[in-house]
């Protein structure tokens, strides 16, 4: 028993220490998942704190998504994009990838743009080469033709000494003398006789001495050749023979000298003609012969007549220029009316420039009478009377040259009021200045001998008619006599002087070629190409922004070089546009768009309301409308204000546009334009007479109303609409009981009131051409706001030009139907013809078809890069009408 129990006892021991065991090993189990587990629940609560934060900015997020929805659904509503569901535009990814494609074709661009530089390298490298053998063949082949040139010339001489000397051995053949046995003849090659040359050849002893040069004896010289006697019968020492007498050697010495330096090679041939019995002096030194003609010219240069008038050249031409500056416009006047052109011509501060065009003519002219010299050199000369004795006559040739300077003058002031001869247009096509000046020059030349040619023909009319009164009218004031001997000039006979006719024609064509180069350069300078900044970064360069020049009170110059500026940032330069469309910091508004826009709208909104009131007169056959009164008025006050302002007033005056910026110059609201007329009876320079002929007429007058007399009829400016009166205003024809009795005839107006209504008449063409003057402005804004709109659709990143798009359309549309209204008229669309004969300017005749071109090609560029998005912007019904037919191309 005890051992069992023993035995018992050992196993239970062993098995509690295996359960022990266990137990442990479940132990050190469960903290080993305790561990695991624990670090489990670590990760799954930061797990649960970030999934906390993520839901929370997910909900921020949320928010935020909803209120940009409502903001783009108010923007899409103000936009007025809202009512079209399927407009979606352009999203951000778009735009991104656009920018991406942009970028890679930037970078290829870059990459061609460096290879053909580097080709454009190698062409400048080997087209230098070239032309640097050219020149060098150019000269090795001037040289050859020079040097044949000469030995052909030395062949001939030699051939002639030849000839000369056999036949004088020929003719003085003596008979031979016997030497003696033993005795050599003595020949020297270096000495000539007489015999060996000619009589016509030989030269004398001093022939070849060379004068001391000095400027005292040139100067004087040269005095003495311009000072030779010129007597009443107009002749005149010839200035060769006077010379030859005064140093008979001079002549030979410059043929001599010539003949050494052309044929070098004669001189060596001579010497196998020679004889003891007679030396020659060594030939002359060219270098010496130089210096004579250099000397002579250059104190004919520095002579106290030629600086002198060298001088004055200089002041006309400085007065030509500053005339220029004074009297150019960039909106030409046109005369619709003969009275108005009469008008023009006798306007004070024309007769002001044509007395200084006639001043400086005459200043021209006496320069070229110094230059020419002879017997149109002074104003007197002397003159041998019958009884022998000398008096100071008038030299007629000098007074005819000035007074054609004068008359020319006169008339090319004349011709640049009838031309437009101030007006400055803009090119089309930008070219440099050089290149311009050099095209243009051979019209100078062609327009100033034509020109010339004219002038000298209508003055010697009006000198061969009028020439005796100043020719009176100097002797008299001047104390001198006319040489009764001496032919007139102011005779048929005395005109008919070729020589004459030509001096007059060369001083005339130099007169008008001077004017026309200076007018010329001014226009090409003043109408260079300026580029303004769009926005500046300092406040004191402000005023100088394009938005700033636009919208601020400019001279017109800067005003359209503005709007030139606008249309080439519009076409060429995306950086400039970028500044356009950008928005002002702080704030966040676009003002260079709004003040381009608004310029550009305002500019567009004038001439469509001229339009509209210049039709408004045609369509009465020239009479303004009546204002309506009583029951005719419309009830909307609104159609009873645009109707106020479209209607001509009867009161107003026809003028001429005299800016397109009017409204910013004067500072109130301008009045409509009825029809073209001028010249401006504003002006203080307006003559009270032609402010009579021209006043408003009064109820009183036998001019207000209608006159149905059979011999007078009051009309306003008749164009060109051959209706009469009353089936144009819709009422029935005269009565005969409505002609008036013989004692209203007391009152008809007088025949000179008659001729001057006669001469208001309007010229249909001339008016057309006025109504379209300032147009060039109108193009410029068309093509700028176009372009604008255009790179919008891909540039504009804030969408600034979305809101001004309907209004930009809608004004382009009412303009549209006013141009194509007005050519309708008759008259309107015949092109005129141009003139090449004259310098003056003829662009402004045809600026009315430019601007129907652009404005329909303006719409077109708009259409073709929205297409029917269009259809979503808010406009009239008539507006859509007649949009559909440009995105149907069917205009």
């Known amino acids: 028993m005890a051992s069992a129990n023993e035995k018992g006892e050992k196993v239970s021991k062993f098995e509690t220490l295996k359960l022990l065991e ?195 004896n040139d100067r004087k010289t040269v005095l003495d050749k311009h000072s030779f006697p010129t007597y009443g019968n107009g002749y005149h020492h010839d200035k060769k023979a006077f010379l030859h007498d005064e140093t008979k050697g001079s002549d030979l010495l410059e043929s001599c000298g010539q003949h050494c330096l052309g044929c070098p090679a004669v001189a060596t041939h001579h010497h196998h003609f020679c004889n003891p019995q007679q030396v020659q002096s060594p030939p002359p030194d060219p270098d010496d012969i130089r210096l004579f003609l250099h000397a002579e010219c250059l104190s004919l240069l520095t002579s106290a007549s030629a600086i002198f008038s060298l001088i004055l050249l200089c002041g006309v031409i400085l007065m030509v220029g500053f005339l220029n500056l004074e009297y150019y416009t960039v909106i030409p006047t046109i005369a619709c009316s003969k009275i108005a052109l009469l008008g023009q011509l006798l306007h004070p501060r024309q007769l002001v420039n044509s007395l200084a065009q006639c001043i400086m003519g005459m200043i021209v002219a006496w320069c070229c009478a110094i230059t020419i010299g002879g017997r149109y050199e002074t104003l007197g000369h002397p003159c041998s009377q019958t009884d022998g004795s000398f008096k100071v006559c008038l030299n007629e040739y000098h007074l005819i040259l000035l007074l054609a300077g004068a008359f020319v003058g006169f008339s090319h002031s004349l011709l640049g009021v009838i031309h437009n001869m101030s007006y400055v247009s803009f090119h089309t096509v930008q070219q440099y200045k050089y290149l311009r000046f050099k095209g243009s020059l051979p019209l100078v030349v062609k327009c100033s001998a034509t020109q010339a040619l004219y002038s000298v023909r209508n003055y010697i009319a009006v000198y061969f008619f009028l020439g005796y009164i100043p020719k009176a009218w100097i002797c008299k004031t001047l104390n001198l006599h006319l040489n009764s001997s001496a032919q007139p000039l102011d005779s048929i006979t005395g005109l008919l002087d070729l020589s004459l006719l030509y001096h007059l024609w060369l001083s005339a064509s130099f007169l008008l070629f001077t004017w026309h180069i200076t007018q010329l350069l001014f226009r090409i300078f003043v109408t260079e190409v300026y580029s303004f900044p769009v926005q500046s970064s300092f406040t004191e360069d402000a005023h100088q922004t394009l938005p700033k020049v636009l919208t601020d009170k400019q001279p017109m110059i800067l005003k359209f070089l503005a709007l030139q500026d606008l249309a080439l940032l519009s076409q060429h330069s995306p950086s400039r546009r970028c500044e356009v469309f950008s928005l002002s910091q702080p704030g966040g508004h676009p003002h260079n768009w709004n003040a381009i826009s608004k310029e550009c709208l305002s500019l567009l909104t004038d001439l469509t309301q001229r339009l509209i009131a210049y039709h408004d007169t045609v369509a009465t056959n020239g009479r303004a409308k009546s204002l309506s009164t009583g029951s005719e008025r419309k009830t909307s006050s609104e159609t009873s204000g645009t109707e106020d302002l479209m209607s ?48 408003p007429v009064e109820q009183c007058s036998p001019w207000f109303g209608t006159v149905q007399s059979p011999h007078v009829m009051r009309r306003g400016p008749k164009l060109w609409s051959t209706s009469t009166d009353s089936q144009v205003n819709g009422s029935p024809p005269a ?139 808010q406009m009239s019904a008539e507006h859509r009408k007649r949009l559909q037919q440009f995105l149907e191309y069917k205009e």
């Not at 004969?837 to 719409?859: P, V």
Request: proline share 6%; with cysteine; net charge positive.
């Open 22 to 216: 266990k137990c442990r090993k479940e132990r050190d189990d469960a903290m080993h998942r305790e561990s695991v587990l624990r670090e489990k629940l670590r990760q799954y609560e930061s797990r649960m704190r970030s999934t906390e934060a993520l839901k929370q900015k997910l909900k921020t997020l949320t928010m935020d998504n909803k209120e940009l929805r409502k903001q783009v659904k108010t923007l899409r509503t103000e936009i007025g994009l809202e009512c079209n569901p399927k407009f979606n535009g352009r999203t951000t990814k778009d735009i991104i990838n656009d920018l991406h494609d942009k970028e890679r074709e930037c970078s290829s661009l870059v990459e061609k743009a460096g290879k053909l530089s580097l080709t454009i390298d190698d062409l400048t490298s080997e087209l230098a080469n070239t032309v640097t053998s050219k020149t060098l063949l150019e000269d090795q082949v001037q040289s050859l033709q020079q040097n044949l040139k000469d030995m052909t010339n030395n062949q001939r001489r030699l051939l002639k000494l030849w000839e000369d000397k056999k036949v004088q051995r020929e003719q003085l053949a003596l008979p031979a003398i016997a030497q003696k046995p033993g005795q050599k003849p003595v020949v020297h090659k270096a000495i000539q006789t007489e015999m060996s040359i000619g009589s016509s050849q030989k030269l004398p002893v001093n022939a070849f001495e060379t004068k001391p040069f000095s400027r005292d």
């Open 648 to 695: 001509p007033r009867p009161s107003l005056l026809m003028k001429t546009p005299a800016s397109v910026f009017a409204r910013s110059i004067v500072g109130g609201p301008q009045s409509p334009l009825t029809a073209p007329f001028t010249p401006d009876l504003d002006s203080p320079f307006a003559s009270p007479a032609l402010r009579r002929l021209t006043a």
């Open 735 to 873: 009565s005969p009981a409505s002609v008036p009795s013989p004692k209203q005839e007391a009152s008809k107006p007088s025949l000179l009131a008659q001729f001057l209504q006669n001469r208001k008449e309007q010229l249909p063409e001339a008016s057309s051409q006025a109504l379209f003057a300032d147009s060039q402005a109108h193009i410029w804004a068309l093509e700028g706001l176009s372009y604008l709109v255009k790179a919008s659709y891909s540039e504009d990143q804030f969408g600034v030009v979305q809101t001004t798009l309907p209004s930009i359309l809608s004004c382009m549309l009412v303009l549209q139907e006013a141009v194509d209204r007005h050519f309708k008229l008759p008259h309107a669309s015949s092109k005129p013809v141009r003139s090449t004969s004259s310098m003056g300017d003829s662009t402004h005749k045809t600026l009315r078809f430019a601007l129907r071109a652009n404005l329909k090609t303006a719409i077109y560029r708009i259409t073709t890069t929205f297409g029917d998005h269009l259809k979503a912007v």
